[in-house]
């Protein structure tokens, strides 16, 4: 009997030891993480399900490396918040140690929200830091056995690049820009982690499986690489009494799509835009580089406004149409950027007399012009241009043909207040901003000495830039980073460049069928000018699709001189039925996700449901499509209808979809 009791006893101050070492916080519905502050580490679970096991963080200061599990004490307190996502409870672990500096393990959690925010905080009497990992560990509710995939998400668009989803197998790892995602493919459910943060810090998130077919990740603040955020530079030190990680989303989900969907809506939380709010109708419109581009004149221009005015009246968002000039509209100056803009002013006072908004471009962070030599002057001020351009190792960033401009140098700020002063004064409703990378760029020094990263760079360029754009213009970025400019912008293309092809359109579709959940972080994503040019009717459709499905529709075939586009645009551009679809100026989400680009895309609008196919091939190809992939229980009491040749489709329990080769359908779906 005494040795029952004295293993009672030793059994329950086991069990408050553990305790003791211990703490427990909630999240969401479900959730909950368990941090052990003897160790340092912590774990995340649904229910019994173990989201995170053994995660920990660590940074390096003053190049000497460091991590929560190297502390000697750990002090846990929580204070409630009430914040821009709701109101939540704060928890906080201090970490000191001998000789080390302060950190503090800080995690935000929410009843009403599925997933937990975590942030690193450093303090010490001297922060030097390039780099944090506010979270780091395995992912044990995915397994080897199970079909794991990941996903690579561009820091940009430039260079043509790609999203790209592999699957994974032991001893292999994927690396992906600010967010990554990591799903079975068989039931959807996946882990979603990344900054939300972008004002800041570069991050980067790796994925992987082990040798043993373990699963982690870890998500890396102070992340470049050349070929994926361009620099050549490791990433800027941030100095100081208190430095700051950029908070980190960590959620899982039943559908992944829906965790990347959550994610991008966190971002916009996190850093609301600063650009004025967009309430007018989905924009639409031409772009002159779809086909025009150097052989940009007045009178084409004029007879593309005419076109438009006269041939295709219907091809409108409510009223509106933007006539767009890309690159080489300075053809219409005389006497350069510090010239006579009188035939500009013209051409957009036409394009408004005609019921049309004016639209224009630039590219404000660039010098396309470097190889004539440094000692010119720079537009706007009396600075010469070699002095603008933004120091990079022993020499400069030149990427695309243009050399990056110092976002913070004020001869690079008299540039673009003069130039936008000029298109303000001309009248221009909208502008089209291009190679924004160019202004997040590591760099040895900028002009202003308290910018020391990229993406600070980045933050005080764009900012000058919306002073002067002072809310006159929808502000429509091309190539640009992909996360960090939500707060600056109100459409953004989802990938580089496209034109006409049916290659145009796979490449379109991959941004899209990976990055669709952009449409919840800018009030549009974009799928660049759509040209009909001399391609195939099927083609057309397929291009045109594209750009509905993505979320607006710009158009850009040189419609001044006669071809078949003419007519094509008048049957595929005015078509109600079609230009319906984006009223509401939101993405088709992908319904295949281990592929180059899927096929198939769905979207909800009220009752309304709608079902894209595209077919890349070569070859005719049939689709099988269940209620489900749509979000439906059963197709028998809706009517389906094909929104390009107005024809009924049978209804079945399940539709068998017949798409010709490099062709695309679109079909409607109501009670």
């Known amino acids: 009997m005494t040795k029952i009791k004295m293993f009672s006893c030793l ?17 969401g519905k479900s959730g909950k993480i368990i941090y052990d502050l003897k160790s340092g580490t912590f774990s995340a679970y649904q229910n019994a399900e173990e989201l995170l096991k053994d995660g920990f963080s660590s940074f390096k200061n003053n190049n000497l490396a460091y991590n929560s599990k190297g502390y000697s004490k750990r002090d846990y307190t929580s204070i409630p918040v009430s914040n821009q996502f709701g109101k939540g409870i704060k928890h906080t672990i201090k970490l000191t140690g001998a000789g080390m500096p302060d950190m503090k393990q800080i995690f935000y959690t929410y009843d009403h929200l599925p997933y937990f925010l975590c942030e690193i905080e450093l303090s010490g009497k001297n922060i030097s830091t390039n780099d944090i990992v506010p979270i780091q560990g395995s992912v044990p509710f995915l397994k080897s056995k199970q079909d794991i995939w990941s996903v690579f998400i561009p820091f940009d668009n430039d260079t043509f690049i790609s999203y790209n989803t592999k699957q994974l197998s032991k001893n292999e790892q994927q690396v992906s820009a600010e967010a990554g995602t990591i799903y079975d493919n068989k039931t959807r459910r996946g882990l979603i982690s990344g900054s939300v943060n972008h004002r800041i810090w570069k991050t980067g998130v790796i994925t992987g499986m082990d040798k043993t077919g373990e699963v982690a990740i870890k998500v890396e603040a102070g992340f470049t690489e050349k070929d994926i955020t361009r620099d050549i530079l490791p990433h800027g030190i941030l100095t100081g009494t208190v430095v700051n990680s950029p908070l980190v989303f960590y959620g899982v989900f039943d559908d992944w799509r829906t965790g990347m969907e959550e994610y991008a809506k966190a971002n916009r939380i996190a850093e609301p835009p600063i650009v004025f709010k967009w309430n007018k109708p989905t924009p639409m419109g031409w772009n002159s580089w779809g086909a025009m581009q150097e052989h940009l004149s007045f009178d084409k221009i004029i007879k593309v406004t005419d076109f438009f005015a006269d041939s295709l009246k219907t ?59 440094s000692e010119r002057r720079a537009e706007g001020g009396n600075y010469k241009f070699g002095e603008l351009w933004t120091k990079v190792g022993k020499g400069y960033h030149d990427i695309d043909g243009a050399r990056a401009l110092d976002p913070t140098h004020p001869g ?113 994503v974009d799928a660049d000018h759509v040209v009909l040019g001399d391609e195939s009717m099927g083609a057309n459709k397929a291009r045109t699709l594209s750009a509905i499905v993505t979320g607006t529709l710009i158009v850009g075939d040189d419609f001044s001189v006669n071809g078949q586009w003419n007519s094509r ?49 070569a070859q005719q190809e049939k689709h099988l499509i269940n209620a489900s992939d749509v979000g439906l229980e059963s197709f028998s009491s809706y009517k389906l209808e094909d929104v390009f040749t107005h024809q009924p489709v049978s209804n079945h329990d399940q539709l068998e979809i017949t798409v010709e080769a490099g062709n695309a359908t679109l079909i409607k779906i109501t009670k």
Not at 321 to 347: H, M, R, T, V
Not at 461 to 482: E, R, V, W
């Open 569 to 617: 645009a008048a049957e595929l551009f005015q078509n109600k039925s079609l230009l319906d679809v984006i009223k509401d100026g939101k993405a088709f989400r992908p319904v295949e996700s281990d592929k180059d680009a899927s096929s198939i895309f769905t979207k909800q609008t009220g009752d309304t449901y709608y079902l894209a196919v595209f077919n890349y091939s």
């Open 412 to 524: 690079t700020q008299q540039r673009i207040a003069l130039v936008i002063g000029k298109l303000k004064e001309c009248g221009f409703e909208m502008i089209k901003i291009d190679f924004l990378g160019h202004a997040a760029v590591e760099s040895n020094h900028f002009y202003n000495p308290k910018i020391t990263t990229g993406m600070q760079a980045y933050e005080e360029g764009m900012s000058f830039l919306l002073k002067q754009l002072d809310g006159k213009m929808l502000i429509y970025a091309a190539i640009s980073p992909t996360m960090a400019s939500g707060r600056y912008i109100h459409a953004r293309r989802i990938a580089c460049d496209a034109f006409k092809s049916i290659k145009d359109t796979k490449y379109t579709l991959n941004g899209l069928t990976y990055g669709w959940w952009q449409t919840h972080l800018y009030d549009y």
């Open 315 to 373: 091809f409108r968002s409510e009223g509106t149409l933007y006539i767009d000039l890309d690159s080489y509209w300075d053809n219409l100056l005389k006497g350069g950027l510090e010239g006579d803009y009188s035939k500009l002013k013209e051409f957009a006072d036409y394009v408004k007399k005609k019921g049309m908004q004016p639209g224009i471009y630039w590219a404000p962070f660039t010098d396309w012009g470097f190889k004539s030599g």
């Open 11 to 27: 059994f329950f101050l086991v069990f408050f030891l553990n305790h003791a070492n211990a703490v427990t916080f909630k999240f």
